[in-house]
């Protein structure tokens, strides 16, 4: 199956300061969706990108697709304590299976 | 949230034991999931049913059975318990056609 490795792994920012997820994989995607999961929660769903080169916003969200839909990022523009948590990209696979990566944990200093 | 429910919360039982966690759904939606979460691995499709009877392994899926004999209703069994199956267990519903997964609150379950 798909699999995607997601960077870095863990980041530690100032409240206000920007961050960004990065998803890569080295197979073409067909979609892929973005999740996040809040410290003792369970993952909700952010967005969908299906187009090549598509970006779609979300307040200070931004998140991309590229061109050659094998990677995709999460930016988010001048981080709030209420970002804090773990932001999951998730290809689909044939069959409608979501394949996790392993996650990006965001903890914000205020 | 979406209709969807596991039980139980927690739960603590011994190696070889059987445990069966139970995941119920009121949205009718065709696809159900179990995934576990584990420190530095994310999560991990277990198994999936993309309709009444009629399920498919995921990456991890030795240890563990499913059924579905109703829409609402998924069962996530493991046959004897071990150690290395300590985990956040949750399930996931989604209508299909790339649509988004809804996940319970998860399953805690320790085996000793």
């Known amino acids: 199956g798909q699999q995607v490795m997601q960077i870095p792994q863990y980041q530690h920012v100032q409240e206000g300061e920007d961050f960004t997820t990065y998803c890569n994989s080295s197979?073409?995607?067909?979609?892929i969706q973005w999740y996040k999961q809040r410290p003792g929660g369970h993952p909700v769903f952010l967005i969908q990108l299906v187009k090549s080169g598509e970006v779609k916003k979300q307040k200070r969200l931004t998140f991309q697709f590229g061109e050659a839909k094998k990677n995709s990022s999460l930016h988010i523009t001048a981080t709030q304590t209420t970002d804090v948590g773990t932001y999951f990209c998730a290809p689909m696979e044939y069959g409608n299976k979501l394949v996790f990566g392993a996650g990006t944990i965001l903890r914000v200093k205020s | 949230d979406a209709g969807i429910t596991q039980s139980p919360r927690h739960k603590v039982t011994e190696t070889g034991t059987p445990v069966t966690l139970r995941c119920h759904q009121t949205e009718n939606h065709r696809y159900m999931y179990w995934y576990r979460q584990d420190p530095g691995h994310g999560l991990r499709l277990i198994h999936y049913s993309y309709g009444v009877k009629d399920t498919d392994k995921g990456e991890v899926s030795d240890g563990y059975s499913v059924s579905r004999s109703k829409t609402e209703d998924f069962l996530l069994t493991l046959e004897s318990a071990t150690s290395s199956q300590t985990s956040v267990y949750f399930c996931a519903i989604s209508g299909g056609g790339n649509s988004p997964l809804h996940f319970g609150n998860g399953t805690r379950l320790t085996v000793t």
């Open positions: 197979t073409t995607l067909s979609n």
